[in-house]
């Protein structure tokens, strides 16, 4: 007998070991430590006591009739600490059932496929003693964290809070990047550019980087008035040509990290998408006549390693495409990050003969593109570098300096298969560098006619959010949580509404930022970001067989218990605090008081209970804030610097410019009791699809919304996608939307092409039941957060943490 943990994974192996064998699944962990107490022996050396998961006895029951009548049981849970820790578990089962002569092995293959299965099956081992220790010393160190913290939120602030080990620290990052947001202050600045021409053409644009020598730097419009009219009377001439050939090298094969970045960036798939279509891929798609075969190999690695075998296919194949040219001498190997698992392979295609054109009419849409990704990035990866001939001018002009940059591409390589994206992080800081153009040829002292000089405006712009892929790659880059945790992360924030996403970025709620500044003060190494990678390392050196689990957890158990104990003592009680403010009830005349309560903070008469006026907590500043935001809106127009004046539509007061209707700048006014809240449009770092310019958030008659800071020459309003595929068309993504009275759904972002809705939000989860893409997600009074199925002969429901509550 065979175990694996899906259903899929199980019909998949079948075709490959023949009548001899029976292939059963154990669908995940069947053991796990109790919902209802710690289930920790601390006393005890840390002894766990694990129970049968709630709703698995009928698995546990199946499994142990079905070993009766078998010679040996093989154990092919992935080849991981999760899949370890399923397998001895399996084994302690089968092990107390005593009977005798029963063999047990552990079986490990990174791909599904005829060839790694039988070679798995040739070379059977045993469970690893240490891999289990350290997935057992993760889950007892998350379950202390956990269960012995959140009680403490219960108390001080509102029950149904929690802490996690590593989501609050994840958590942390998004909290302190909002504050990092909210203290930024724009600084003004001046960008010179001059459009010139030489003896040859084409002309060009070239940027001013020096003054005076030093960096360029302009700060203000009297300077920048001054520079612009000494450029306009000296003369622009060729200090140097620089010229030379740049090798730009192809990236590694997929890691899980560096899959859910990508998949983010080019497919916008949230981790959890990605993640649900690798796993779909690597445990085995119907191919007609083949049957079912695994596409890629094991989605969970943090390795860049591949295996020789696939690398002989892949150079064969390269050449056999592209030819000669675009293979390297050697094959590429490159080095993984420290302590990656080299047992592992980076992710690749199982045969890469299996080209994404051939595999289209097999594959679903998210299935599809998640392929060609893979199987791309994997093809590139062992190509021969791009080669740019790349040219830099400097300038003189007086006390300026300008300089040009412009690139050929000589031979395209790897970029003839796949170019990787970047982040905003990443793009920011290479700006300028890859500027694919050809620059005239000129000659050192040759003067230059100056077409156009223009100077403008500009302001430096805040941190960005977190983005799902810029918050992976945080985690990744300071340790924190390996490849098999991030999803489970960014999902645990959002379920427990310690942050929200607004254009697909993380914005810490009220009650997360509370929950975070508490955990900080009083759990200041627990939740610290370098401690929390020491724990990474010290669990991969247990792995390894290094460091003893029962050690490393006393050494941190120690440290931990001693903060729990001043924190119980010291922590603030939320539910007793209270703010008095300058507001009086309408009711009874008594001042209102700031409280916590289950949804955050709110206004409530101080004369509880014998008055029970309670009124929702607008966020308006103070009287003397309100006034040096009116005062700050006296500054001129941001667009095009004329005053800006008090005007009074259908909707309220708002700031227009005074330059209407050449300039049609607004900003928004927030009026109540007396104090007036100024709106501003506040700057992204997007750019609009349409025309280029930057995104702003606008602030209209429904809510916040996302659009073209060119308005009204251009009308593109940023639609928020749920990365959902319209069922009806099967084309579009289903996007937020809200109807004239303000009632928010959720309908094809074709329409009125499409005219398909939804009340709820869908989430990119099959439906377990009967396939469909998508589930539902609403909050109940009852049952808490739920995803249903949305098709009427379909009565599939689970709760948001995803166990299933009925089928």
């Known amino acids: 007998m065979v175990i694996v943990e899906s259903p899929t994974k199980a019909k998949t192996i079948s075709k490959y070991l023949g009548k001899d064998f029976v292939v059963k699944a154990s669908s995940g962990h069947i053991k796990d430590l109790p919902k209802n107490s710690l289930g920790v022996d601390v006393e005890n050396d840390f002894e766990p006591i694990y129970k049968i998961i709630h709703g698995k006895e009928k698995v546990v029951d199946e499994l142990k009739r079905a070993a009766r009548n078998v010679a040996a049981i093989y154990l092919a849970a992935d080849p991981d600490r ?240 592209y030819g000669g040219a675009y293979l390297p001498k050697t094959a590429a190997r490159f080095k993984s990050q420290k302590g990656a698992q080299e047992a592992h392979e980076a992710i690749r295609p199982t045969m890469v003969e299996r080209s994404p054109e051939s595999l289209k009419r097999y594959l679903d849409r998210d299935e599809h593109r998640l392929y060609e990704l893979i199987w791309k990035r994997f093809l590139a990866s062992q190509m021969q570098p791009a080669v740019f001939d790349q040219t830099e001018i400097e300038i003189q002009a007086g006390r300026a300096t300008f300089k040009a940059s412009g690139a050929v591409l000589k031979f395209d390589g790897f970029l003839k298969v796949y170019q990787e994206e970047r982040d905003e992080e990443a793009a920011a800081e290479t700006e300028g560098e890859e500027n694919i153009f050809q620059l005239p040829k000129l000659s050192e002292g040759e003067v230059l006619a100056v077409n156009q000089l223009t100077k403008e405006q500009k302001f430096t712009q805040p941190p960005p959010r977190y983005t799902e892929a810029m918050l992976v790659k945080t985690l990744e880059e300071k340790g924190i949580g390996r490849p098999s945790t991030y999803a489970q992360i960014v999902n645990v924030i959002q379920d427990r509404n310690y942050a929200t996403k607004k254009d697909g970025r993380f914005i810490p709620t009220e009650t997360g930022i509370v929950v975070t500044d508490l955990l900080v003060e009083h759990f200041k190494a627990i939740f610290d970001y370098q401690y929390t990678a020491r724990m990474e390392e010290a669990l991969d050196e247990i792995e390894e067989g290094k460091e003893d689990w029962v050690e490393t957890l006393a050494s941190f158990y120690r440290e931990f218990k001693k903060e729990l104990e001043v924190a119980g003592r010291e922590m603030q009680n939320l539910k007793k605090h209270e703010i008095e403010t300058d507001e009086v009830c309408e009711k009874c005349g008594n001042k209102m008081v700031i409280k916590w309560g289950r949804f955050g903070r709110f206004l409530a008469c101080s004369n509880y209970p014998d008055c029970k006026n309670t009124k929702e907590l607008t966020k308006e500043v103070s009287t003397e804030a309100a006034a040096q935001d009116t005062e700050v809106e006296t500054k001129p127009c941001e667009k095009c610097g004329k005053p800006m004046v008090l005007k009074k539509g259908r909707f309220g007061e708002f ?153």
């Open 82 to 321: 999760e899949g370890e820790a399923i397998c001895q578990h399996l084994a302690e089962i089968f092990r107390s059932s005593k009977k005798s002569g029963l063999k047990i092995y552990r079986v490990l293959f990174n791909e599904i496929t005829k060839s790694a299965i039988q070679h798995a099956f040739e070379n059977p081992g045993k469970i690893d003693e240490h891999k289990v220790e350290a997935q057992q010393a993760r889950r007892i160190v998350d379950r202390l964290v956990g269960y012995q913290i959140s009680p403490l939120l219960w108390e001080k602030v509102r029950r149904g809070l929690s802490a996690g080990r590593v989501q609050s620290v994840a958590l942390r990052l998004i909290v302190d990047r909002e504050r990092e947001v909210q203290k930024f202050r724009p600084e003004e600045y001046w960008v010179f550019t001059a459009n010139l021409s030489g003896g040859n053409p084409p002309p060009f644009d070239a940027r001013a980087v020096k003054l005076d020598g030093k960096k360029f730097s302009v700060a203000d419009q009297r300077l920048a008035e001054e520079i612009e009219e000494h450029l306009r009377h000296v003369s622009f001439r060729v200090a140097s040509i620089v010229q030379k050939e740049r090798k730009k090298n192809p990236v590694p094969p997929f890691t899980t990290s560096k899959l859910q970045q990508e998949a983010a960036r080019k497919l916008r798939f949230t981790v959890q998408r990605a993640m649900m279509v690798a796993q779909r891929l690597y445990e085995g798609i119907e191919l007609g006549k083949e049957g079912s075969i695994g596409l890629i190999t094991y989605m969970r690695t943090d390795s860049t390693r591949v295996a020789d075998s696939a690398l002989d296919e892949v150079r064969k194949f390269i050449t056999q495409r």
């Open 655 to 807: 700031f227009a410019c005074s330059g209407y209707p050449e300039c049609r700048n607004t900003r928004r006014i927030i009026s109540r009791n007396g104090e007036r809240l100024v709106k501003t449009d506040t700057p992204t770092d997007e750019k609009c699809p349409r025309c280029g310019q930057i995104l702003v958030i606008k602030h209209g008659r429904y809510g916040e919304f996302t659009a073209c800071s060119n308005y009204p020459d251009c009308k593109y309003i940023k639609q928020e996608s749920t990365g959902v595929i319209c069922p009806k068309c099967g084309k579009f993504d289903i996007v937020a939307r809200k109807s004239r009275r303000g009632k928010s759904f959720y309908g094809c972002s074709s329409y009125p092409d499409c005219d398909f809705v939804l009340w709820y939000k869908p989430v990119a989860i099959s439906c377990p039941a009967c396939g469909e893409k998508f589930l539902l997600e609403r909050q109940t009074k009852r049952e808490g957060a739920i995803r249903y199925c949305h098709k009427s002969n379909c009565h599939y429901k689970e709760t948001a943490q995803g166990a299933a509550a009925s089928a």
